[in-house]
Nanobody, 120 residues
Framework: QVQLVESGGGLVQAGGSLRLSCAAS????????MGWFRQAPGKEREFVAR????????YYADSVKGRFTISRDNAKNTMYLQMNSLKPEDTAVYYC?????????????WGQGTQVTVSS
């Protein structure tokens, strides 16, 4: 059983920053790809970013490239998403995801989500 718990969401003004965290437990965290998705009201869940098992390979959605930074600390079983220059369109529930194998292929394990609201 894998548990993922997000934290760090909140309300911020446009142009501000937030850092999300995802604490993982229940298996060997360092072996698996981790990532972030988000879902805005009335929209489908969309990919935001992912990080390889050792943090060496990063991949971002075009909409967040240059503003968001994904990272992980395997010693702490935690993944992060540093979000800078936030825009109102970044408002969404952000979900932590973990691969079930060593490759980034659905289905994933999911956290419960954390709300990020960016005011204009």
């Amino acid at each position: 059983q894998v548990q993922l718990v997000e934290s760090g969401g909140g309300l911020v003004q446009a142009g501000g920053s937030l850092r999300l965290s995802c604490a993982a437990s229940g298996r060997t965290f360092s072996r698996y790809v981790m990532g972030w998705f988000r879902q805005a009201p009335g929209k489908e869940r969309e990919f935001v970013a992912r990080v390889s098992w050792n943090g060496g390979n990063l991949y971002y959605a075009d909409s967040v490239k240059g503003r968001f930074t994904i990272s992980r600390d395997n010693a702490k079983n935690t993944m992060y998403l540093q979000m800078n220059s936030l825009k109102p369109e970044d408002t969404a529930v952000y979900y932590c995801a973990a691969s079930r194998t060593t490759t980034w292929v659905a289905p994933f394990y999911w956290g419960q989500g954390t709300q990020v609201t960016v005011s204009s």
